[in-house]
């Protein structure tokens, strides 16, 4: 996973609340069996409207989305991740997201910042005034930042200290393998097992 | 969850506490997981990354593959038309075989919606860890396991180490009281649980279904509940094991026997919330005042009672909500104020992984029999697994739908996410058994009303959104 210290670009403003995934990312396109070429189907019946915000000429190459609350919802699908993350997208900010889509954000790196819904209407406004405003997203430092205005973050410690190190869980558990094994050698034999088969 | 040494436990505290590796200060509790669940659209990239490291699956003998989000309900005995779901499936069915996991493949009686599967072998029992790919694994939740939805960076740790690294929910007791009237069902109890508390109330939580109303159902009807904790934003949804918990794994496939079986039902005995554990949250729901539910919205917190009529965004005092609100109206073709059950339906879909089952075929099929479907309608009868299927064909359900007019299907998901070639067309409306609404889940510009098969089957019979009282 690619490290997340600190990365300035410019904004999208998504005036969206309950941006479910099968919006980030319809079925149809869930075929693929790699972790690329998703671009396409972001928001893919969203980028047939040519109002539609993606489409406008002033917000081409943005990198932080400014989303209403509640975003992610839905199906656990991490091609939502990747398809973000494929079409150029460093991070996204927004008063709520979905549990599930946080978590497999916050695995595959594309990082999702919890802000009030007021101040993501301010950045709503500041960007559709200038969209060429910088928006700096700075997980060392906790804050969100753009014009003359910081806006601090929280997040915990543990989440942050992965992203910023772009740490592998799988590693990191791996170290831990021999409580794996000795926790195992506790489970109850009632337990089922899928192998062999039983019929 | 809080630490409490002195109160009680909850149920979902108990069945943490029995699983957690590793737990240190200031990082996630490493949780060991007894049952993984994979199908084919998000598992692929899990074995790539497996094969780049040169890892192997821990645990193929707590890991099953089934093929269903992305399979054909039609022609099963010929190759998949569409080459790129073709490879998606023949890549799990590849990966299974390199890494040894157990698959059952279209054309297999085990075969099936992943969520149908496992209760029906009998590898769903109470107090387990259960994750999937997939975020309606809150379905198992329904036997009183810790069931929930991961994506495919936690599928492959699961695959590497059969742990997850998790921080620990809070927990919400939602306490349905009283008894459901006739024609009222478990669908119905979750549609209105999910209007009440919006697609985020649940968010952070892993929600207790409690109450005589809870206690009263099958285990179909507890599945169709937990099934839908997603959509009320909630990770995972449980209900306490109880006689009819056991009654239902007994003499499954992958039941416990003998010895092993009185061990395990004295450990699911004590699956309880103590009586002063304390929840974070308590919300509570009168079965009794419950009507049949429909969704009129894109999002299935937009719900309302099927004698309701389209609401009035005005009327909605929530700035975002409205726009929410006045937005699904224009996708969806409604005008506020008319009556709901005015809505003409082309479309009927009966299955998906939160009504799919056995229980859920006979529910319609006894609405159906004798009657015909209403004209200019079509009616996708979808079961849950071949093992369902085969099971309604030995009762003739199969017959009674198909003389209705219906369509008689092979499983999978279908219609449900309108990954495969069932999907709406623009504009068609559609009261579907499944459980989201979103826009153009079943298929680009297809607009869904999520419903009971109650009324699933009522509504095919008279063409608009209808109960079974008003047949």
Redesign the interface.
């Known amino acids: 996973m690619e490290k997340f210290i600190t990365h300035t670009g410019t904004a999208i403003p998504l005036r969206?609340?309950?941006v479910?995934t099968?919006?980030i990312i319809?079925?149809?396109y869930?075929?693929?069996?790699?972790?690329s070429g998703f671009e396409d189907g972001l928001f893919a019946?969203w980028r047939n409207d040519p109002e539609f915000v993606l489409n406008k000429p002033e917000f081409q190459g943005a990198s932080v989305l400014v989303a209403?609350?509640?975003f992610g919802?839905?199906?656990?699908?991490?091609?939502a991740?990747w398809a973000l993350q494929n079409y150029g997208f460093k991070a996204v900010l927004s008063s709520?997201f979905?549990?599930?889509f946080r978590?497999?954000s916050q695995?595959?790196g594309l990082l999702t910042v919890v802000l009030p819904?007021e101040q993501i209407e301010a950045i709503w406004e500041a960007v559709e005034a200038d969209p060429k405003i910088q928006v700096t997203v700075d997980l060392e430092a906790k804050n969100v930042r753009y014009g003359s205005v910081t806006v601090p973050f929280a997040i915990?410690?543990?989440t942050r200290w992965r992203l910023m190190e772009g740490l592998d869980?799988?590693g990191?558990?791996?170290k831990?393998?021999d409580?794996?094994t000795a926790?195992?050698k506790k489970?109850?034999?009632?337990?089922?097992?899928?192998?062999p088969?039983?019929? | 969850m809080s630490d409490r040494t002195k109160m009680g436990k909850t149920l979902a505290e108990k069945i943490w506490a029995d699983h957690v590796v590793r737990s240190a200060e200031g990082e996630p509790d490493l949780l060991y997981i007894d049952l993984h669940l994979i199908h084919e659209v998000t598992s692929p990239q899990a074995f790539d990354g497996l094969r780049l490291a040169g890892r192997q699956v821990r645990r193929p003998d707590l890991t099953i593959a089934t093929e269903d989000h992305n399979v054909p309900t039609l022609n099963i005995d010929k190759p998949i038309a569409d080459p790129v779901s073709k490879l998606q499936v023949d890549t799990l069915r590849a990966n299974c075989k390199e890494f040894g996991v157990r698959i059952h493949s279209l054309g297999d009686a085990e075969q099936g919606i992943v969520h149908v599967v496992g209760p029906q072998l009998g590898i769903t029992q109470p107090g387990m860890t259960i994750v999937c790919g997939d975020s309606h694994t809150s379905t198992h939740g329904a036997f009183g396991a810790l069931a929930f939805g991961i994506g495919t960076s936690e599928v492959e740790h699961v695959l590497a180490t059969q742990t997850l690294p998790l921080i620990r929910p809070k927990t919400m007791a939602v306490n349905v009281t009283g008894k459901l009237k006739p024609g009222v069902t478990s669908k119905d109890i979750i549609l209105a649980i999910i209007a009440q508390i919006g697609t985020g109330g649940g968010q952070g939580y892993v929600l207790e279904y409690r109450g005589d109303a809870i206690k009263a159902l099958s285990m179909e009807g507890r599945m169709t509940i937990c099934n839908m904790s997603i959509e009320a934003g909630a990770r995972a949804g449980l209900i306490a094991p109880d006689e009819t918990t056991f009654d239902y794994v007994k003499n499954k496939p992958h039941a416990p026997q003998g010895a092993e079986w009185d061990a395990a039902v004295a450990y699911w005995k004590t699956l309880q919330s103590d009586a002063d554990a304390q929840f974070d949250k308590e919300i509570t729901l009168d079965a009794d005042a419950l009507e049949p539910f429909v969704t009129w919205g894109t999002n299935p917190g937009q719900g309302l009672p099927l004698n309701a009529n389209v609401p009035n965004p005005a009327d909605i005092a929530d700035a975002e909500e409205r726009g929410a609100a006045e937005r699904a109206l224009t996708y969806m073709g409604l005008t506020a104020g008319t009556p709901l059950k005015s809505l003409k339906v082309d479309t009927v879909f009966l299955g998906s992984c939160t009504n799919g089952r056995i229980e859920d075929l006979r529910a319609a099929a006894d609405v159906l029999k004798g009657k015909k479907i209403a004209p200019n309608t079509r009616m996708l009868v979808v079961p849950g697994s071949a093992r369902v299927r085969l099971q309604a064909e030995g009762e003739g359900l199969d017959k009674v739908f198909i003389d209705f007019g219906a369509e008689w299907r092979n499983a999978g998901c279908s219609m449900c996410l309108g990954m495969n070639p069932d999907q709406l067309t623009v504009g068609e409306r559609s009261a579907s058994t499944s459980n989201r609404n979103f826009e153009g889940r079943q298929g680009k510009g297809g607009r869904t009303h999520l419903v009971s098969p109650l009324v699933a089957a009522a509504t095919a019979i008279r063409g608009t959104l209808s109960s079974p009282a008003d047949l």
């Open positions: 969206r609340s309950n479910d099968d919006q319809p079925a149809v869930l075929k693929r069996v790699t972790k019946a209403g609350a509640d919802t839905g199906s656990s699908r991490e091609h991740v709520r979905a549990d599930i978590g497999n695995k595959a819904q915990d410690d543990y869980d799988i990191l558990t791996l831990n393998i409580d794996v926790f195992e489970r109850p034999a009632f337990k089922p097992e899928t192998l088969v039983r019929s």
